[in-house]
């Protein structure tokens, strides 16, 4: 069926434009199930994720046709004093909000301790403890390349999750040409 391809790159940017058979024989694939829709794994987006560590930890579960980059919480951490705003804090009531202050309290007294410390083995013992002791609700950004298949999976599986950052990304994920509309004849 090479012959009925109709799709092609426009402008100057090469903006990719499916064409109607091309979309047509798509669906159709998407629709007969995971077997025939083999070229959603060769269909690839990027995407750069803030979330607290909570979230991200989940998203390692969708390993499969995923490559990932991060920002090193090992080597970064130490960049800057600690903040609330580096954590996730929006759904804590004023007294968890409270302790997660003391925590961000505690975290910066042993970053001040380990930018003081006199000898590595020191620095590394202070490292350790603001590694072990920090939130899961901390932020952080990574890059990630998943494949259509993947992000359909992502978005059947998750779409109703009870972590409203999941209900956030699944609603994104609808939003990228071609595949929202290959999510909702699938799920019609």
């Known amino acids: 069926s090479w012959n009925k391809s ?3 790159s426009k402008g100057k940017n090469g903006y990719f434009e499916l064409g109607e058979n091309d979309k047509g024989l798509a669906t159709r694939l998407t629709v007969a199930g995971t077997e025939h829709r083999k070229f959603l ?5 990027y995407v750069r994720i803030t979330a607290p560590l909570y979230v991200l930890k989940e998203i390692d579960t969708y ?3 995923t490559v990932c980059n991060s920002c ?3 080597h970064k951490i130490m960049d800057h004093e ?3 705003d580096d954590f996730s804090h929006d759904k804590l009531s004023d ?4 302790w997660l202050e003391q925590t961000i309290s505690d975290l910066n007294t042993l970053r001040n301790l380990y930018l003081n410390a006199k000898d590595n083995k020191t620095k590394k013992e202070y490292w350790y403890e603001i590694i072990q002791l920090l939130p899961s609700s901390y932020m952080q950004t990574r890059n990630y ?9 992502i978005h059947k599986q998750r779409r109703g999750h009870k972590l409203d950052e999941w209900r956030v990304f699944c609603e994104e994920i609808e939003r990228i040409p071609y595949l929202g509309e ?5 799920e019609e």
């Open 6 to 8: 109709d799709s092609k």
């Open 41 to 45: 794994r060769m269909l690839n987006g």
């Open 63 to 65: 390993k499969v046709g």
């Open 72 to 74: 090193s919480t090992m």
């Open 82 to 84: 600690f903040t609330l």
């Open 95 to 98: 007294v968890t909000r409270g």
């Open 145 to 153: 390349m998943f494949s259509f298949e993947t992000l359909m999976n």
């Open 182 to 186: 290959f999510i909702k004849v699938n």
